[in-house]
């Protein structure tokens, strides 16, 4: 009985991310954990014009507010800074109701005035998420349950990994 109320939990759990393949149950970067960069406040671009974001500082972490071609939506994010890797624990702030918030990783590398994003969400990258994780596979993505510690450690340990990246996209600072 456990595994099919997992199974359901993982699937309304994956129709809030969208945008990548790979997410966890539990936050991995804690307020305590979170650095701020100022360099990340402002409005994005993608190199279009068509999606942009509007970040600002909240506390120790960061308000976004998206908008694309037939949407809007507000998210949360905490940034880990380690060494070289940049890692943001990006979740729904007001998710619908009855839908779970989960937390995606997004690996990000901020040079003037170009900010790269990646989803860390390669299929490299899930398929060792489920043997040192537990991670579970439902509708094509994969969700963590493991604690927030041990996914913060699996991400700094393999996030930096080119090969644990899924498509990079370019963001432009507009303001």
């Not at 099919?4 to 936050?27: E, F, H, R, V």
């Not at 040079?111 to 990646?118: P, S, Y």
């Not at 998420?129 to 994969?142: D, I, K, M, P, S």
Request: aromatic share 6%.
């Amino acid at each position: 009985m456990r595994i099919p109320l997992l199974a359901l939990a993982l699937t309304g759990a994956m129709a809030l991310t969208g945008c990548s393949k790979m997410a966890s149950l539990n936050t991995f970067i804690t307020e305590d954990e979170a650095t701020i960069d100022p360099a990340l406040i402002g409005v994005w671009q993608d190199k279009d014009g068509e999606d942009t974001y509007v970040v600002k500082q909240a506390g120790r972490a960061y308000s976004v507010t998206g908008t694309d071609n037939s949407s809007t939506f507000k998210l949360e994010a905490r940034l880990l800074e380690t060494g070289d890797v940049k890692i943001l624990d990006i979740t729904a702030k007001d998710p619908a109701p009855g839908q779970i918030p989960v937390h995606m990783p997004l690996l990000l590398s901020l040079q003037g005035a170009t900010l790269r994003i990646a989803f860390l969400d390669s299929d490299w990258l899930r398929q060792l998420a489920v043997e040192q994780l537990g991670a579970q596979n439902a509708e094509g993505r994969t969700v963590s349950g493991a604690s927030g510690d041990a996914v913060r450690n699996f991400l700094v340990k393999y996030g930096g990994d080119s090969r644990a990246q899924g498509e990079e996209q370019l963001l432009f600072k507009a303001q």
